[in-house]
């Protein structure tokens, strides 16, 4: 007979009530998208995004620290709302959130619901390093996917003969800032498979192991390998470009989230 243990059973009160108001706030300017203000939305937002810091800090450094799948994505999708921040003071006409909004409620509420496996005390200092660079380049291509997303919508309006569209920057604007964000997670990518091969040992007290997580995570790199170099010496772009994007997006989220999700949830209803 299969044991099915409550998945929140580690989450502490707190961590259950600042991923609540998280949540609440996230969702604000999707529920009352048509009778809240422009303003009173990013308020809302910016709201949000901090009660999310404090639940992924509690989750990092309370009393019982627990780190897995739910909080990576948590982290990731709290970094993608970070970039938006930061490209609102740019591009101020920029329009994503009720995506966004969506986003964070289902990042937030999935990372208290399920809160991960304990942190070892004994681990390398070295390890959150690596852990820090493994997430940032899941944010910039996270990023980088929201980012085509907003440009082949915008794309398809202008097809349909739509004229202007919502996302309020122009598409080679969008276009650009897409590629730009996958250059940036490249490279953090790189760091951190170099990383895992040369300091495995020291890091994780073995050396580079060829599983799920490592082929995935391999075929990732190669995807946006081949999408850089395309784009550089081959001009790709469009549709054909966002798809190639896409499939290193998924292989990505595959070797880490995946496989984690795999070990914490199916195999331990399984146990």
């Known amino acids: 007979m299969l044991s099915v243990p409550l998945i929140s059973a580690n989450a502490s009160p707190l961590g259950w009530m600042l991923a609540l108001a998280a949540a609440v706030a996230y969702a604000v300017p999707a529920a009352g998208a048509r009778r809240i203000s422009h303003a009173g939305a990013r308020a809302a937002l910016r709201l949000a995004w901090v009660l999310h ?16 799948f739910a909080p990576a994505l948590s982290m990731t999708a709290w970094l993608v709302l970070t970039v938006y921040g930061v490209e609102q003071q740019l591009f101020p006409k920029m329009r994503a959130q009720l995506a966004l909004s969506a986003l964070g409620t289902a990042a937030v509420l999935l990372a208290a619901l399920f809160p991960g496996t304990p942190l070892h005390v004994n681990a390398s200092p070295w390890l959150p390093l690596h852990l820090a660079l493994g997430i940032a380049s899941y944010g910039l291509f996270a990023a980088a996917v929201v980012h085509a997303s907003l440009m082949t919508r915008a794309e398809q309006h202008m097809r349909l ?9 122009p598409l080679l604007t969008l276009e650009r800032l897409t590629f730009r964000f996958v250059s940036a997670g490249f490279v953090l990518l790189t ?6 091969w ?3 040992e020291q890091l ?6 060829w599983n799920h997580k490592s082929v995935f995570s391999l075929l990732s790199w190669l995807t946006f390998a081949v999408l850089l170099i395309g784009r550089a010496r081959f001009g790709w772009r469009g549709r054909s470009a966002v798809r190639v994007l896409y499939a290193g997006a998924a292989l990505l989220l595959l070797a880490y989230a995946g496989s984690r999700f795999v070990m914490e949830v ?3 209803r399984a146990a």
Do not use: I
């Not at 810091?53 to 897995?68: D, K, N, S, T, V």
């Not at 994780?204 to 192991?209: E, F, N, S, T």
């Open 204 to 209: 994780y007290g073995k050396a580079w192991v």
């Open 266 to 268: 199916l195999l331990e």
């Open 198 to 200: 040369l300091f495995g």
């Open 161 to 169: 003969g739509g004229g202007g569209h919502d996302s309020g920057l």
């Open 191 to 196: 760091a951190t498979l170099a990383a895992g």
């Open 53 to 68: 810091a404090l639940a992924l800090a509690w989750g990092l450094l309370g009393e019982q620290p627990h780190f897995g």
